[in-house]
């Protein structure tokens, strides 16, 4: 079946360690993307991607980083830099930059110990 | 800059009730997309709908229906017959086609949290 796969579900992290979220897609997009849920917020931009080996910042995107060496894969690490860490990261992916519908995975929950 | 407004923080009905899911958008484009997604418990992200700026007729789609009116920038989603199953986080988002600080990635609401009670 083709999708979108997060891993791990959940994750837990001390303070002052980094931590690298995956996400995989195989249905062939081109263009990928981070985005960060906390309650009452939304989703905000973290990075995207519209094409291999390149990436842009969004709106969020101080103490993250990510890489994008591969179609199907554009994993986040989260790095001590990122004050508050804890929340609900998602992933989506879309056949082309703009004018489709983007599709997700099922998230991870970070949570910071 | 693009920007959307779910003002309904959260709704909540009894079952077999109509409801209706109010979205107001911001943008300096000409072309654009509009989306609902719906997050069920679960977290993952379901897509319900896309509309672009030159198509105004509104959708139905079994018990849910879409109302697009460019005039007053709103994008709403009606449920007809509301059940327990629709009890869920909702999120409109738009999407540009001008290269932006956000690239075309899809801009989201705050979201509405609907509660459907037995």
């Known amino acids: 079946d083709g999708g979108i796969t997060q891993s791990p579900k959940y994750l837990f992290r001390k303070e002052g360690q980094n931590v690298t979220l995956s996400c995989e897609q195989n249905l062939n997009h081109d263009a990928m993307y981070w985005y960060r849920q906390d309650p009452g917020q939304g989703l905000r931009l973290i990075y995207y991607?519209?094409?291999?080996?390149?990436?842009q910042k969004g709106d969020i995107a101080e103490g993250y980083s990510v890489s994008r060496e591969k179609k199907e894969s554009f994993p986040l690490t989260v790095t001590s830099a990122q004050k508050n860490p804890t929340a609900f990261y998602l992933c989506?992916?879309?056949?082309?930059?703009?004018?489709?519908?983007?599709?997700f995975g099922q998230g991870t929950r970070l949570t910071v110990v | 800059a693009q920007k959307v407004t779910q003002a309904q923080t959260e709704i909540s009905v009894v079952e077999k009730e109509d409801v209706t899911l109010d979205c107001v958008y911001e943008t300096r484009d000409t072309t654009y997309y509009l989306f609902w997604y719906k997050q069920p418990p679960s977290g993952e992200l379901v897509f319900l709908i896309r509309?672009?700026?030159?198509?105004?007729q509104n959708e139905i789609s079994g018990r849910y229906s879409w109302n697009f009116q460019k005039s007053t920038s709103s994008f709403n989603f009606t449920i007809t017959a509301s059940q327990v199953v629709d009890s869920a986080v909702y999120f409109c988002a738009l999407s540009g086609t001008q290269n932006s600080n956000s690239g075309y990635a899809l801009n989201f609401g705050k979201g509405t949290s609907l509660l459907v009670t037995p």
């Open positions: 509309r672009n700026s030159f198509d105004e």
């Open positions: 991607s519209q094409i291999v080996n390149d990436f």
């Open positions: 989506a992916s879309r056949i082309a930059p703009t004018g489709t519908e983007a599709f």
